[in-house]
């Protein structure tokens, strides 16, 4: 690379690199406030390299937080504004080596990069395409580095039919065909390259792949079905004499996701035992959507049967293939019935067109689960709302809610929530001719574009009282309307009313309705029916556990979903003491969850795990009980497992109660590092406090103010609800910093902080 300082240059990537580079500085922290910041320029690509290259010839920071420096420093690469840029070529020239460097250091016992900005960078180096490049991840797959980590499906799925080193990285991992998931991988890149239009010669089109793929196709643990689908997708491209064999033994297979994908690979080439499967499978509705796009994609969808043809049942089939995708449930619903149909002139067209609603059921698949229910639509497009209670509405309701919501998408509609301490809108107040509201309070206001042609462009809708009954107003002229909070599901808001009364007028479904039939409690089962079958759970875990079986991912999640309701119904059924019950029922857990952690991986103990979201009560549970020593050591435990924001938040909340200040300071100076948001965190006052405590007043001083100068700034950008929380984490941070200060008022005056972020009126 030129011999030069790119490093001093004024861009906004060079000036972020340069400070984070200094003596305490914070890359990620500065990598990350350039937002959206492209790369074009040959000069930024060259910062980029230079910085790089100090992480190979320089020591590296002493960083535990993810993503770590090196990490925020290699996504640069991702930023790049397209391979034609001079950027591009820069990097790949004088970039790719050092990831080159980094990936054979880091593949060396006790080096110092982390596993993951190892396979970070390798995936950088599939992605920029160079000679280079490929050869460290042949290498790496060969040694083999990782081979179970998820990263290596991302890594190989860049070698597609247009990568110029694809062909030799699929021959040379052809044999010896890696083992672990890195197969898997190899298998799902290697579909994908033919799927994509590639030829070569299939990886596993071998007597040492067909043993793989035939393992996989007798698998039969619902949890390893993937591996059974991905072994088919390939059976097509192979050329070997066991494919017959292959193809019969995926047809048998017991999970119809598999058997689909058989009968797609058998008409793939041309066995018309595989179309006419397919054509079976146009008429069962969990899987009638997929098979008929195979069909059609094969150039024969006259082998589509016409009861498949019929509107109600592509209706019901395209909603079924929804619900299916991993976004939404997860899996084909076991019922979809159409509840309504109609034709509506849909805004801002107006052009008729047809709509259903469809009401679906997806029975439990297990004791502690109750059946998934709820209602869509399939017209302009095919959507759920599994929020909305759609279920306790009347059919033009749920019409109005996905009209308008498309309208906000295609903002064509605005809504504008209201500050609390606004007077700005009282005036549309005026527009309500019927009786007297008491105390009515603005809460949305929604601003319509002329393109759908309606009288008024603000509508608004307050909160109130009429007549003893709680409820919402619409303002909209003489069209204004009542909606008493009585004949709406529970937890309605004046956003989903609103809504529905634009949605109504836009369609024309007029606004006199009875919705009291429509609105129905459903309190579920008794919670004290799940304890039984939660501790058989626990006791099926704890076997699976302790002999490798198959399904612990499955028993898990679901021991990790219900974990709280399960609290709840123990103590309101056996009358158990709730700090006991807790303490004991998440020692199990947590005991379980370590000695199944090697198989589970982070998922055991994320975020969103039930050790995480109870962990506080547990802590505060055994400090009140006299165990401090082990709430101490359970930190400690899990200190190296939460590199997070919650986590430091949480291990440094627990620290600080146990009285371990440096270790408490630690963390949440890690969260400081680590969150873009940290001004908002109660934790600031905790860390200030413990800086007074060491007589670092002036440093903790500055930290306050600067948490109450950050949080005026933005609220100078917010509405609404969201102004309403800068007011709140305005108040924390004030209260505590009068707290900690005697002469507090004078200083925050001194600093021209303010009283109040809201309004006076």
């Known amino acids: 690379m030129e011999a030069e300082n790119w490093l001093d240059g004024g861009s906004p990537i060079q000036t972020a690199l340069r400070r984070g580079l200094a003596p305490g500085g914070n890359l990620v922290a500065e990598l990350e406030a350039l937002g959206d910041y492209r790369l074009e320029s040959r000069r930024d690509a060259l910062a980029t390299c ?17 993503p770590s420096p090196l990490h925020a420093l290699i996504s640069v690469f991702l930023q790049v504004e397209g391979q034609g840029c001079d950027a591009f070529e820069a990097l790949q020239e004088h970039g790719t080596p050092w990831l080159v460097r980094i990936v054979n250091e880091g593949r060396a016992p006790g080096s110092q990069h982390a596993e993951e900005d190892v396979l970070f960078a390798l995936k950088v180096l599939a992605m920029y395409g160079t000679a280079a490049g490929a050869e460290a991840v042949i290498e790496s797959a060969c040694q083999p580095f990782a081979p179970e980590a998820y990263m290596w499906s991302v890594v190989l799925a860049a070698f597609s039919p247009g990568h110029p080193e694809a062909l030799r990285v699929f021959a040379t991992l052809a044999s010896p065909l890696p083992d672990g998931f890195l197969a898997i991988a190899l298998l799902d890149a290697a579909n994908r390259f033919f799927l994509d239009g590639g030829d070569m010669r299939h990886p596993f089109d071998s007597d040492a792949g067909v043993v793989r793929l035939e393992r996989w196709l007798a698998e039969t643990d619902p949890e390893l079905t993937d591996h059974a689908i991905s072994a088919t997708v390939a059976l097509p491209f192979l050329n070997h004499a066991a494919r ?50 195979y069909l059609e994609a094969l150039d024969r969808p006259d082998a589509v049967p016409p009861a498949a043809r019929t509107p109600d049942f592509q209706a019901r ?39 259903w609603l469809l009401r679906y059921r997806a029975r439990a698949t297990s004791e502690l689960d109750e059946d998934d229910a709820g209602i869509g639509l399939v017209g302009s497009m095919t959507w759920c709302f599994f929020g909305y209670a759609l279920e306790q509405r009347p059919p ?30 009282d005036v549309l107040l005026s527009h309500w001719s019927g009786a007297a509201l008491e105390s009515p309070r603005m809460e949305l206001v929604g601003e319509l574009d002329p393109e759908l042609r309606q009288p008024l462009r603000l509508v608004a809708v307050a909160g109130a009282q009429l007549e003893g009954r709680a409820g919402w107003v619409v303002l909209d002229g003489d069209r204004s309307h009542w909606y008493p909070a009585d004949e709406l599901p529970r937890e309605e808001t004046a956003r989903t009313v609103l809504r529905i009364h634009l949605g109504r007028n836009l369609l024309q479904l007029g606004h ?32 699976a556990v302790a002999g490798k079986q198959p399904g612990l991912r499955r028993r898990y999640d679901e021991l990790n979903t219900h974990f709280e309701a399960y609290l709840e119904a123990r103590a309101a059924r056996h009358g158990d003491r709730p700090e006991t019950l807790l303490v004991s029922a998440y020692e199990r857990l947590l005991d379980l969850a370590r000695r199944a952690e090697p198989v589970l991986g982070d998922g055991a103990l994320g975020p969103l795990s039930a050790l995480s979201r109870q962990f506080e009560p547990y802590v505060d549970a055994l400090i009140a009980a006299g165990r401090g020593p082990d709430a101490h050591a359970l930190i400690q435990w899990f200190e190296p497992r939460w590199q997070h924001s919650r986590g430091y938040s949480q291990l440094g909340r627990a620290a600080w109660k146990l009285g371990d200040a ?20 109660d934790e600031m006052g905790l860390l200030a406090e413990i800086w007074i405590r060491r007589g670092r007043t002036a440093e903790a001083s500055a930290l306050l103010l600067g948490c109450l100068q950050r949080l005026r700034e933005e609220s100078r950008e917010a509405s609404g609800s969201n102004r309403a929380s800068h007011e709140e984490w305005f108040q924390n941070q004030r209260r505590t910093f009068l707290r900690l200060f005697a002469n507090g008022e004078d200083q925050l005056r001194a600093a021209g902080i303010p009283e109040t972020l809201l309004r006076r009126v």
């Open 50 to 66: 230079a910085a790089l290259e100090r992480f190979v010839t320089g020591p590296l920071p002493a960083e535990s937080r993810r």
């Open 244 to 293: 017959p064999r292959l193809l019969d033994r995926a047809a048998a297979h017991p999970d119809p996701l598999v058997t689909l994908e058989a009968a797609w690979a058998a008409a793939m080439r041309d066995d018309e035992r595989g179309i006419a499967a397919l054509a079976e499978r146009c008429l069962d509705l969990q899987h009638a959507a997929t098979a008929r796009e």
């Open 317 to 355: 089939a395209e909603f079924a293939q929804w619900l299916a995708h991993p976004n939404e449930l997860g899996r084909p619903p076991d019922e979809v019935e159409v509840v309504d149909q109609r034709d509506l002139r849909w805004p801002p067209r107006y052009t008729p067109q047809p709509f």
């Open 396 to 425: 033009e309701d749920v019409y109005a809610i996905h009209c308008c919501w498309e309208l906000e998408h295609d903002e064509l509609i605005h809504l504008m929530e209201v500050d609390v301490d606004s007077t700005e809108y």
């Open 512 to 543: 006199a309705a009875n919705r009291q039939p429509w609105v129905q409690g459903d309190a579920g089962r008794p919670r004290q029916e799940i304890v039984a079958p939660y501790e058989r759970l626990l006791g099926e875990f704890e076997t």
């Open 662 to 681: 440096p270790l408490a300071e630690s963390l949440f100076n890690q969260l400081r590092a680590g969150l873009a948001d940290w001004h908002r965190c």
